[in-house]
T-cell receptor, first 111, second 111 residues
Framework: SQTIHQWPATLVQPVGSPLSLECTVEGTSNPNLYWYRQAAGRGLQLLFYSVGIGQISSEVPQNLSASRPQDRQFILSSKKLLLSDSGFYLC??????????FGQGTRLTVV | TQLLEQSPQFLSIQEGENLTVYCNSSSVFSSLQWYRQEPGEGPVLLVTVVTGGEVKKLKRLTFQFGDARKDSSLHITAAQPGDTGLYLCAGGMNRDDKIIFGKGTRLHILP
């Protein structure tokens, strides 16, 4: 069966520090991969999505970047965090346009 | 431009009442899904509909896909406090394209 791992679950980082969130998928090949951010009580904001290794589409200009070094690995990074980067980050995978399966999320607080 | 518009944004009703939430678009979707998200967790898939006019039931939840595949509704009968959460609709237009999410309906069922 397919599973998705996202870590860490919570993270507190100072302003200006770097960020690396990792997401890995098991049990499927060549998935579409997504990074979303969700503000408290709000919907999902798509940050990046990838249809293959090294292929990244950025949905909104921001202080973040994403990379897909392996087929089932998706990494969200920042060189210098801003206060506005705080939020709930979710990784997800899908096969094409079919249903998305989400990780448990990372609660990031930038202080 | 928001491709999938969900309404209402917020809904608070008494336990035992019925409710309907909507997901509308001016575009045709090949596949449409409904998810429920609880605080601090990732969204969980409830149902996928792919055929215009399709109706699916999941216990007290009834999902309908519009004939033209541009809209969908979720009806809950005899709402219970356990139904509280953020309900998200999402869809895909092309097989190799990304999944698009609406902003969600936040539902609160009062005991």
């Amino acid at each position: 069966s397919q599973t998705i791992h996202q870590w860490p679950a919570t993270l507190v980082q100072p302003v200006g520090s770097p960020l690396s969130l990792e997401c890995t998928v098991e049990g499927t090949s060549n998935p579409n991969l997504y990074w979303y951010r969700q503000a408290a009580g709000r919907g999902l904001q798509l940050l990046f999505y990838s249809v293959g290794i090294g292929q990244i589409s950025s949905e909104v200009p921001q202080n973040l970047s994403a990379s897909r070094p392996q087929d089932r690995q998706f990494i969200l990074s920042s060189k210098k965090l801003l206060l506005s980067d705080s939020g709930f980050y979710l990784c997800a995978w899908s096969v094409g346009w079919a249903e998305a399966f989400f990780g448990q999320g990372t609660r990031l607080t930038v202080v | 431009t928001q491709l999938l518009e969900q309404s209402p944004q917020f809904l608070s009703i008494q336990e035992g009442e019925n409710l309907t939430v909507y997901c509308n678009s001016s575009s045709v979707f090949s596949s449409l899904q409904w998810y429920r998200q609880e605080p601090g967790e990732g969204p969980v898939l409830l149902v996928t509909v792919v055929t215009g006019g399709e109706v699916k039931k999941l216990k007290r939840l009834t999902f309908q896909f519009g004939d033209a595949r541009k809209d969908s509704s979720l009806h809950i009968t005899a709402a219970q406090p356990g139904d509280t959460g953020l309900y998200l609709c999402a869809g895909g237009m092309n097989r190799d394209d990304k999944i698009i999410f609406g902003k969600g309906t936040r539902l609160h069922i009062l005991p």
